[in-house]
């Protein structure tokens, strides 16, 4: 039985949407050890809420019972592991934070409609559910100190790609620090480009500039962390 949050009387009021968890993607291992560091230096307040992830659904609307996980699991096992790619930080002349753009969006997306039609959630629509793909390094700074931090990780962040095969449900505690409850596997992991063991670290000279727009839509809707 998962253990929620009784005392909401520190959590700002945005927060108390999250208290039933959610579901997103974490990197495997090999790839949070490259990017965790980031996080943890430059926005040391949500990578103590919740490590490197990829967001995917709204908070859900009902506690997390056999019947849903199974529910969950069903819908799951239908959707093929899928790789993501992940390419230099990048940085809005519009809007505060630094982030990695994370693609293809494509399976993203379908992924959101899959878990989204399921009964965990409600009808309401969170603004956030149509963001592109991403994973935030930083999101607390003024704009001037989002494309200078921008600009000094070029040399040195990683990027690469990963398999995503499975998704995590976590749920935050009395400090709105995110634990994870439970994973849920996607479809057949074995049967899709090898397994983890395919990810990929690596170093890209350039820097790929035409995704103004998309830094810009993800900056809007950077209010809350999740």
Known sequence: MIAYAEDMSKWEE???DYR???ILIRPPPEIARQIDPLRARYDPHSFANEPTHISLTDPLSQEMTP???DEICH????IRPFRLHFDKPQASTEHAGVFYPVSPQDPIDALKQALHSSSAFSDHVYERRDIQAHMTIAEFLSIEDSLMLCDQLQGTAPSGSFICDRLSFI???ETFCFQEMNTFPLG???EIEGSRKDTQVYKI???DHHSEEVASQIHQLFQCAY
């Open 20 to 22: 039933l968890g959610l």
């Open 188 to 190: 057949r992991a074995h």
């Open 205 to 207: 000279e350039l820097l």
């Open 67 to 69: 019947e849903l996980h």
């Open 14 to 16: 945005w927060q108390r």
């Open 171 to 173: 749920v935050p505690d």
């Open 75 to 78: 819908i799951l096992s239908g």
